[in-house]
């Protein structure tokens, strides 16, 4: 495989080795429960971890390449336990996490994109999104009546709109990739077992019980229209320089492993260099460096 230039990203997402990487056309049903003999996913997570540090510091000293990285799942998939535990080991000088919630009124006023753009990624930067865009063809797809707030008088023809927001998400993130943003999509996928176990569990543990709502466990009544809109989203916007990864998520160390495996490989791949050095003369390099060794010697005098 010839080794990634600057500026392509498909060549870095092709170096990605992953099962659950989603194909652009017939994107098939995926797993909740991963493969067994996998050993203890949490120790592999915290090796993986570590060797993603070096990466992310040549990221933020290259400023070459900005990386975004986008989390959607049903409730209880447990996106937020792996933004925790993927990026607990890296520095946070470079690391922008956003969640999005329910539109303010002002986000309503605006494109439906315009709220996770103004949130974008500098190049050097990870830019980690909690929810997205992509609730504008889950969510808004299965609630079609949500639209009555972003619109003003009547609500526009779904047969025409669903397409035209498809389409403005692929050349969003085409516009994205070609400024040099590496772009990877996960979604977490839970069984409708697993989920409603987590919801048991969230009610009957005390500690847990602030996380539980009834709102969620009336919007898994939908669970047949969100699997049909995630299919369809998949199929629209998994594309070679933005694809979708759809990990297990039943077992929570084997998906929070997988993710940070998925982001290392990118990292690695991403042609990174460090910026040019100040060029210092001999002579005043060996001044300065006296210089600073007669400090250390100082500081350490009785």
Known sequence: MTAPVPGDVE???AAIDSPWRVPSENPGTFPFVPPGGMGDCKDRLQKTRQALRPHQRKLYAAKQFSVLLMFQALDAAGKDGVI???FEDLDPVNVNVT???RP???ELRHDF???????????????????????????????PQFLDAQYAGARPDQATLWPARY??????????????????????????????????????TPEKRWKFSLGDVRESNHRAA??????????????????????????????????????????????????????????????????LQSRIAGRNDP
């Open 11 to 13: 060549a870095v997402i």
């Open 226 to 291: 969100y699997d049909e809109a995630v299919q369809t989203m998949f199929a629209e916007t998994s594309r070679p320089w933005a694809p979708w990864f759809c990990v297990p998520a039943d077992d929570h160390w084997y998906l929070r492993w997988q993710v940070a495996d998925i982001i290392r490989q990118a990292m690695e791949a991403l042609p990174l260099t460090y910026p040019p050095v100040e060029e210092i003369p001999a002579e005043q390099a060996a001044e300065v460096r006296a210089l």
């Open 167 to 204: 389409r403005a998400i692929r050349e969003h993130e085409r516009h994205l990739t070609t400024a040099h943003t590496l772009i990877l999509k996960f979604w977490l996928n839970v069984s409708p077992g697993k989920q409603a176990e987590r919801f048991l569990e969230r009610l009957d």
């Open 99 to 101: 969640a999005f919630k």
């Open 113 to 143: 994109l315009w709220r996770t753009t103004v949130a974008l990624p500098e190049r050097g930067e990870i830019a980690v999104f909690n929810r997205s865009y992509y609730e504008e063809v889950l969510a808004v797809r299965v609630h």
């Open 104 to 106: 303010s009124e002002r």
């Open 84 to 86: 925790r535990e993927v």
